[in-house]
């Protein structure tokens, strides 16, 4: 009876001491995962969000057995489908659509048929060119696809090739699919008027453990549900930088941009976040651009060309813009202050010209037809807003199209769509 007792104590004893190991142990693990007291940081739960909106034409293509590919029409989106994914001739649909997921990029793609089960994966090919710009970093970039209930789910493995910019994902279903970056500092671009300010913060849009760019994924290590962005926590920043002009006050996860007083002509900056990686530099960027007191205008899908210029009061209550450099002197009246005016080159009521200093050709805001007669330019001005003198006046013109004539002769000799801005002061 006494061995019996003995050794029933013995094995409560030692239930206790496995409890209280195994209470220890839960205990320095969370502990260690504490920094600065700060609550190990898990990620935004998933989000439902509404599938997107169409935002293109629909394309159709007939793929069989022996496999192929299509391309939509804007060239953003390849999709390849091998010999043997399929069994027999089917009819595959894309259509573009609006991006819903909080942590995405550019617009998306619907693809068809969605109850289709692929034998071998199929790759989906975004090229992303276009949007460089919008990106923080081409580290963070990924591509997801919308379930059932509305959650987007970032998709790995995937492959980036920064030399091309592109990036691919294989995938034996059909959905609606787009990019995302899972990381982002918020503006990742921004266009800025001299002395604005812009506020910024980093933003997390997955779960993860204890590096940034080791996100949690699910079991089979294949998809990984996104929510909302949320601030990334002050510990994991690991600095902040500005390059170029005007000034950075920055702590933690955010931070605000303020551009210079003054900007004689387009200038660029870039503000830097970097997060602490045990592997990697993580490098996020905010591409800004401050736009100073000046007319920016192109022809056609040319280049920006940037001058100085000025607006103010002529006669009676006929207002103008005018500016010039070593190239082009450019002119625009119209009667009255803010407000839309569209093009009236009777009397010079609403009109524009555009010069260039050799006196040899010049553009206006009227053409002739096939029959020869003089009709208005499609497009307008519009003069966001008027001050007294010495304010900052706004707005932005379209010229569709502008008629090019010749300075010797008079006579026009093309025709060519002008778009512009301007941010200028007023000076009388």
Same mark, same amino acid.
């Given at each position: 009876?006494?061995?019996?007792?003995?050794?029933?104590?013995?094995?409560?004893?030692?239930?206790?001491?496995?409890?209280?190991?195994?209470?220890?142990?839960?205990?320095?693990?969370?502990?260690?995962?504490?920094?600065?007291?700060?609550?190990?940081?898990?990620?935004?739960?998933?989000?439902?969000?509404?599938?997107?909106?169409?935002?293109?034409?629909?394309?159709?293509?007939?793929?069989?057995?022996?496999?192929?590919?299509?391309?939509?029409?804007?060239?953003?989106?390849?999709?390849?489908?091998?010999?043997?994914?399929?069994?027999?001739?089917?009819?595959?649909?894309?259509?573009?659509?609006?991006?819903?997921?909080?942590?995405?990029?550019?617009?998306?793609?619907?693809?068809?048929?969605?109850?289709?089960?692929?034998?071998?994966?199929?790759?989906?090919?975004?090229?992303?060119?276009?949007?460089?710009?919008?990106?923080?970093?081409?580290?963070?970039?990924?591509?997801?696809?919308?379930?059932?209930?509305?959650?987007?789910?970032?998709?790995?493995?995937?492959?980036?090739?920064?030399?091309?910019?592109?990036?691919?994902?294989?995938?034996?279903?059909?959905?609606?699919?787009?990019?995302?970056?899972?990381?982002?500092?918020?503006?990742?671009?921004?266009?800025?008027?001299?002395?604005?300010?812009?506020?910024?913060?980093?933003?997390?849009?997955?779960?993860?453990?204890?590096?940034?760019?080791?996100?949690?994924?699910?079991?089979?290590?294949?998809?990984?549900?996104?929510?909302?962005?949320?601030?990334?926590?002050?510990?994991?920043?690991?600095?902040?930088?500005?390059?170029?002009?005007?000034?950075?006050?920055?702590?933690?996860?955010?931070?605000?941009?303020?551009?210079?007083?003054?900007?004689?002509?387009?200038?660029?900056?870039?503000?830097?976040?970097?997060?602490?990686?045990?592997?990697?530099?993580?490098?996020?960027?905010?591409?800004?651009?401050?736009?100073?007191?000046?007319?920016?205008?192109?022809? $056609?899908?040319?280049? @920006?060309?940037?001058?100085? /210029?000025? *607006?103010?009061? !002529?006669?009676? =209550? &006929?207002?103008?813009?005018?500016?010039?450099?070593?190239?082009?002197?450019?002119?625009?009246?119209?009667?009255?202050?803010? $407000?839309?005016?569209? @093009?009236?080159?009777?009397? /010079?009521? *609403?009109?524009? !010209?555009?010069? =260039? &200093?050799?006196?040899?050709?010049?553009?206006?805001?009227?053409?002739?037809?096939?029959?020869?007669?003089?009709?208005?330019? $499609?497009?307008?001005?519009?003069?966001?807003?008027? /001050?007294? *003198?010495?304010?900052?006046?706004?707005?932005?013109?379209?010229?569709?199209?502008?008629?090019?004539?010749?300075?010797?002769?008079?006579?026009?000799?093309?025709?060519?769509?002008?778009?512009?801005?301007?941010?200028?002061?007023?000076?009388?």
């Amino acid at each position: 009876m006494l061995d019996y007792v003995a050794a029933r104590n013995n094995l409560i004893m030692n239930k206790i001491f496995l409890l209280l190991c195994t209470a220890l142990l839960v205990f320095n693990s969370s502990c260690k995962k504490e920094k600065n007291g700060e609550i190990p940081y898990k990620g935004p739960e998933p989000v439902s969000r509404p599938a997107g909106n169409p935002d293109g034409a629909l394309q159709s293509f007939q793929i069989g057995a022996a496999g192929g590919e299509f391309t939509t029409a804007d060239g953003k989106l390849k999709v390849i489908i091998p010999a043997g994914a399929i069994s027999e001739l089917t009819n595959f649909q894309v259509q573009p659509i609006t991006n819903t997921a909080d942590a995405g990029v550019g617009g998306g793609y619907r693809l068809f048929p969605h109850d289709l089960t692929f034998a071998k994966p199929v790759t989906l090919e975004f090229n992303y060119e276009e949007l460089v710009d919008s990106i923080a970093s081409e580290d963070v970039l990924s591509i997801a696809y919308q379930s059932d209930d509305g959650i987007w789910h970032m998709v790995r493995p995937h492959y980036l090739d920064k030399v091309n910019k592109t990036i691919q994902t294989p995938t034996t279903h059909f959905s609606d699919w787009v990019l995302v970056t899972w990381l982002k500092l918020i503006p990742a671009s921004a266009e800025l008027s001299t002395s604005a300010e812009l506020p910024l913060k980093v933003l997390n849009f997955h779960p993860y453990s204890d590096d940034l760019l080791a996100p949690l994924v699910s079991s089979d290590n294949s998809t990984l549900p996104l929510g909302e962005g949320k601030p990334v926590p002050a510990s994991l920043i690991k600095k902040w930088q500005l390059n170029g002009p005007g000034k950075l006050v920055a702590s933690g996860n955010s931070g605000t941009y303020t551009a210079p007083a003054t900007a004689t002509s387009e200038t660029s900056a870039t503000v830097v976040a970097e997060l602490k990686s045990e592997a990697h530099q993580l490098l996020l960027l905010s591409n800004i651009k401050i736009i100073g007191e000046a007319i920016r205008y192109r022809y $056609g899908n040319g280049e @920006w060309r940037m001058i100085p /210029g000025h *607006v103010g009061v !002529t006669l009676g =209550n &006929q207002s103008g813009l005018g500016g010039e450099d070593e190239e082009d002197v450019l002119t625009i009246i119209w009667n009255g202050t803010s $407000g839309t005016y569209n @093009w009236n080159y009777d009397g /010079g009521k *609403v009109a524009m !010209t555009i010069t =260039n &200093q050799a006196l040899t050709k010049y553009y206006v805001a009227f053409v002739e037809n096939n029959t020869g007669e003089i009709v208005n330019s $499609g497009g307008s001005i519009t003069i966001d807003n008027w /001050g007294p *003198v010495g304010s900052i006046v706004t707005g932005r013109f379209t010229v569709s199209p502008s008629g090019l004539r010749s300075g010797l002769t008079g006579k026009q000799i093309d025709t060519e769509s002008i778009e512009g801005t301007f941010r200028v002061r007023r000076a009388k």
